[in-house]
């Protein structure tokens, strides 16, 4: 299953052929995050469909183009080919590029490119020749969701065996051992009762060519987990994240659970984020060890600052939802103030001291979520800790107190992350000059993603009565 060796077109059709693969499937993303795919047969897996590809119509996907102008096309690339591990005839897969058909160019809001052209800015700049992302995407894995959204009726059920919510149900018969809210971090067996899922998921991961570093147990009731991956250059990670919701939600779904990315399903219990772990290189030098604040150097601290500067418009991309900003309120583990510490999770950024070595030496942005376009969102992160490099910002003095309980008038001076999307949306627009450099984003891009989440994330939830409301307003 593992495909480090595969560099060519012809690797890739061997590679095919080699695990008598009968169909093929061509997987790529739209603008907003999600998966999308085309399947054809084996017989068509030639040298010309790498180069021609395969057309579809780009109107019927979301933030892409007009009826009038829908034409599109996928070209595989043949480094990411792996086998399909859920289908049931043997299936090749490849993520895909996307490409304008009348131009031959690649299309300029496909989040893979954006990434790819991040990259070769990062070396343009003759900072460092790589940058290494580490995303920890935590979730949940449930038994049983439902809801509606009408005119007259809005709701939603989750139910998880080990929900909290369940000590009373009757289960002929009920056995116990469900993790209060807050204590699923991280109990044995029987109370964690997805171990051994995780296994599965685990392995399926790793037979994918994906590396596992741990799998627990999450802080929230009912059934929150997380799967630790290795890191990789971005663009390879960013591949490797959209693998790895595929198989989270595939392995669950083979024994009847469902699994969510969402930040913050749950009521009064931790949501799930993704921390994601920064650095850069220059061929085998780590360029973020030195002697500045828990062992990073000064273009350490400079690439953190400008994460820092920038992050209420980052939050745009790596806080992509509505729902996003039910999980950064305090109380919950989340970051919600924009400050940097070693050790304190409560700061929006980590600097990590499991290990001293200079290669572990890296930053900790604590702040994303898993709802997150991961191309976008790393392509973000990397393109506001440039421009910190290349401004030599100053990231000022770290917060190593507990910010959740610190005294109202030093709390007051600690700037703190937006509350809602729509303010995310408002800082992108005001601070996107620093992404716009190399031509990594457009202005195309970046007033796509701002008019469609206004009207497609913000407008709506201004418009929905909500059963909150309904217990708060109904007898005033």
Request: negative net charge; proline residues 7%; aromatic residues 10%.
């Amino acid at each position: 299953m593992m495909t480090e060796n595969i560099d060519t077109v012809q690797d890739a059709i061997e590679f095919a052929h080699g695990n008598e693969a009968l169909m093929v499937d061509m997987k790529f993303l739209d603008f907003m995050g999600t998966w999308q795919h085309l399947t054809i047969p084996v017989q068509r897996l030639d040298e010309d469909l790498f180069e021609d590809g395969l057309g579809f119509d780009g109107s019927s996907l979301r933030g892409w183009q007009p009826i009038h102008a829908s034409d599109m096309q996928v070209r595989p690339d043949p480094t990411t080919v792996v086998m399909d591990p859920f289908t049931k005839v043997p299936t090749v897969s490849f993520i895909c590029n996307v490409f304008d058909p009348i131009t031959g160019k690649p299309y300029s809001r496909d989040p893979r490119y954006i990434v790819q052209k991040a990259e070769r800015y990062l070396q343009q700049t003759g900072i460092a020749d790589t940058a290494y992302f580490g995303p920890e995407a935590e979730f949940f894995i449930f038994d049983d969701i439902r809801y509606s959204l009408e005119a007259h009726r809005s709701f939603y059920a989750i139910d998880s065996v080990e929900g909290a919510w369940n000590t009373g149900r009757d289960e002929g018969p009920n056995l116990g051992y469900k993790p209060v809210h807050k204590g699923g971090y991280f109990p044995v067996p029987p109370h964690d009762s997805q171990s051994d899922l995780r296994t599965e998921i685990s392995l399926v991961l790793q037979e994918c060519g994906i590396t596992v570093d741990v799998h627990h147990h999450e802080v929230a009731s009912g059934g929150q987990g997380e799967i630790g991956i290795k890191f990789d250059t971005m663009l390879v990670m960013a591949d490797k994240l959209q693998w790895f919701k595929y198989i989270v939600k595939n392995v669950a779904h083979r024994h009847n659970k469902t699994v969510t990315f969402m930040p913050k399903p749950m009521k009064g219990d931790n949501g799930s984020g993704m921390h994601t772990h920064m650095s850069l290189w220059n061929g085998n030098q780590p360029l973020f060890a030195g002697e500045g604040h828990a062992g990073l150097s000064d273009l350490g601290l400079q690439f953190m600052a400008g994460v820092l500067h920038h992050a209420p418009a980052l939050l745009a991309f790596t806080n992509p939802t509505t729902n996003s900003y039910k999980r950064l309120v305090p109380g919950y583990e989340a970051p919600t103030r924009l400050a940097y510490s070693s050790q304190n999770r409560s700061a929006a950024v980590r600097i990590p001291t499991y290990a001293s070595s200079a290669a572990s030496r890296r930053i900790e942005f604590r702040t994303p979520d898993p709802s997150c376009n991961g191309y976008l969102a790393f392509a973000a992160m990397l393109m506001a800790g440039l421009d910190g490099i290349d401004r030599q910002m100053d990231p000022g003095d770290p917060l190593d107190k507990d910010i959740y309980n610190l005294p109202p008038e030093q709390l007051a001076e600690v700037p703190s992350v937006p509350t809602s999307l729509e303010e995310s949306l408002m800082a992108l627009a005001d601070d996107h000059e620093f992404l716009l450099k190399g031509d990594v984003f457009t202005e195309d891009v970046v007033e796509t993603w701002i008019d469609f989440k206004m009207e497609n994330d913000v407008e709506p939830a201004r418009l929905q009565p909500t059963p909150l409301e309904f217990s708060k307003y109904f007898d005033i």
